[in-house]
């Protein structure tokens, strides 16, 4: 079987989510593709909701131990026939001319790895939408995560990426770092010389954490991830992810100043204002961009303090990062597994 495009998925516990994403996939107007959904051994599996698209789509379910979903993804690739590997988030909705773009994009230049930005679908919650603006915008990320101008060579990210099959025989695959395995596959991809890039027209709808709470924890591990990443390849030892972390010590610098101080609280307001101005402007919803600002706020501190604790064991200390942060690693189950 030959196929320009194998699309892999990892799954743990998200059978309705798959539904939604298989759904959007059977609308595309490009059609030259293959999908592997992997079930990482979830106790809700999909295995239901995905025979019923049998008819509808050239798809293929398997079935393995949890081993986190870089492993995951490297055991789909290892079942692929596609020329092109496409991941995608289970928690995610596909565009119906999602191929089309990737199609025409390839033909115009040569890419060995490539990725998109994503959206906030208008099904989504409020909340959803309020953390989609604070992972997207300019002024929280630096642009970063699929601006049209990113602050840092463009590092495709595994909710929407796509690298050669080429590229996984020559670099291998996704590590056991999570979060963290998506840029780190980037960074050995640009190591290895081969050519990445934005494709601004392939985006997806990425329906992000569905709480505060779970957001807090996720952006956490990024600032963690960041760290050992900086470990693992030295020249991402960049000022543009120490942004956040800077941000949230000038911020609680000035609160705590600010109570002996009271003009001292000015420059966070301003910020605040600026923030709650683009949200707006981006949502076109007031609840919303308060909402957002609320996130950024998040996104800040929970990265702010992951980073900061990771760079001191990290850096300072000089402690091995599996041994200090093993909840930041998965284990892969054994061979008579």
């Known amino acids: 079987m030959s196929v320009k495009y194998s699309v892999i998925i990892p799954v743990y516990n998200r059978p309705q989510e798959v539904e939604e994403l298989l759904d959007s996939l059977s609308l595309q107007i490009f059609s030259d593709f293959e999908i592997i959904i992997v079930e990482d051994g979830s106790v809700e599996d999909c295995k239901l909701v995905v025979e019923k698209y049998y008819s509808k789509l050239s798809i293929r379910y398997f079935y393995k131990p949890n081993s986190g979903p870089g492993d995951s993804r490297n055991y789909g690739m290892n079942k692929a026939h596609g020329d092109y590997f496409i991941f995608f988030d289970s928690d995610c909705l596909i565009p119906e001319s999602y191929f089309e773009e990737v199609e025409k994009a390839l033909q115009i230049r040569s890419l060995d790895a490539f990725g998109g930005p994503d959206n906030a679908h208008d099904s989504f919650s409020n909340v959803q939408k309020a953390i989609n603006y604070a992972m997207t915008s300019m002024i929280t990320t630096g642009g970063i995560r699929g601006g049209k101008k990113p602050l840092d060579s463009f590092q495709p990210r595994s909710f929407n990426m796509g690298i050669s099959r080429n590229v996984y025989h020559t670099v291998g695959g996704f590590s056991t770092l999570h979060p963290g395995e998506d840029p780190d596959l980037s960074y050995r991809i640009q190591n290895a010389g081969f050519k990445t890039g934005l494709i601004p027209e392939a985006w997806v709808f990425h329906k992000r954490r ?111 990062p599996k041994k200090q942060f093993p909840e930041m690693y998965f284990d892969l189950p054994s061979k008579e597994e």
């Open 210 to 320: 569905i709480d505060f709470g779970k957001f807090r924890t996720q952006v956490y591990k990024f600032g963690l991830a960041r760290t050992i990443l900086m470990l693992l390849h030295p020249q991402s030892k960049k000022l543009v992810y120490a942004l956040p972390t800077l941000a949230f010590l000038s911020g609680l610098t000035l609160l705590l100043a600010g109570f002996r101080v009271p003009y001292l609280w000015w420059p966070l307001g301003v910020g605040m204002f600026v923030i709650l101005v683009d949200a707006f402007m981006r949502t076109g919803n007031l609840l919303i961009a308060w909402q957002g600002l609320f996130a950024t706020g998040v996104q800040v501190i929970g990265y702010g303090w992951g980073f900061l604790k990771g760079y001191w064991h990290l850096h300072v200390l000089g402690k091995d």
